[in-house]
T-cell receptor
Framework: QKEVEQNSGPLSVPEGAIASLNCTYS??????FFWYRQYSGKSPELIMS????GDKEDGRFTAQLNKASQYVSLLIRDSQPSDSATYLC??????????FGTGTQLKVEL | DTAVSQTPKYLVTQMGNDKSIKCEQN?????MYWYKQDSKKFLKIMFS???????INETVPNRFSPKSPDKAHLNLHINSLELGDSAVYFC???????????FGPGTRLTVT
């Protein structure tokens, strides 16, 4: 079983819709959770971090964490073509060793 | 005012050669990392340094040797390059107290 699992996609959503990206993790002691966005040929960019159960909102992005079910999700409201990228989920049990998922490719269609 | 920078951006070399990649950050962070992203886009940590001390050393061939002259710089030297070393290598940095890591632009290494 992979430590951090994501559906590779591509996930296609129409412009203006809500994109929902999901991630599950296997290590129950994971404490910190991150979403990175990576455009093709570019480096990962940190867009959200979440540390406690519940929702965290930042602009059009909402991260949701459920430690009991070991999943974390990212919602992107009013999706734009510029949101088309690969979204990487990363977790750490504490300390600084991040374990990444393989990423979900998001395509926002006009 | 680049936060995390790497040189070179591209590196094409032949099998058996030795090469180095350099990384610098001006964020005032005390922890730096090297990641490898393979052709399937899987991003995996290789090394981490905190204040010039090696903290994380994943299962990486000993042909790879990181060096941190100070907390703002982390270099990666690779000996006897192999075809399988072809990948994008990312440097990242963070504060030790935070797991929020910020990545450099990457170095695309191609071994022929």
């Amino acid at each position: 079983q992979k430590e951090v699992e994501q559906n590779s996609g591509p996930l296609s959503v129409p412009e203006g819709a809500i994109a929902s990206l999901n991630c599950t993790y296997s290590d129950r002691v994971s404490q910190s959770f991150f979403w990175y966005r990576q455009y093709s040929g570019k480096s990962p960019e940190l867009i959200m971090s979440i540390y406690s159960n519940g929702d965290k909102e930042d602009g059009r992005f909402t991260a949701q964490l459920n430690k009991a079910s070991q999943y974390v999700s990212l919602l992107i409201r009013d999706s734009q073509p510029s949101d088309s990228a690969t979204y990487l989920c990363a977790v750490t049990p504490g300390g600084n060793k991040l374990t990444f998922g393989t990423g979900t490719q998001l395509k926002v269609e006009l | 005012d680049t936060a995390v920078s790497q040189t070179p951006k591209y590196l094409v070399t032949q099998m058996g050669n030795d090469k180095s990649i350099k990384c610098e950050q001006n964020l005032g962070h005390d922890t730096m990392y090297w990641y490898k992203q393979d052709s399937k886009k899987f991003l995996k940590i290789m090394f981490s340094y905190n204040n010039k001390e090696l903290i994380i050393n994943e299962t990486v061939p000993n042909r790879f040797s990181p060096k941190s002259p100070d907390k703002a710089h982390l270099n990666l030297h690779i000996n006897s390059l192999e075809l399988g070393d072809s990948a994008v290598y990312f440097c990242a940095s963070s504060q030790w107290s935070s797991s929020e890591q910020y990545f450099g632009p990457g170095t695309r290494l191609t071994v022929t």
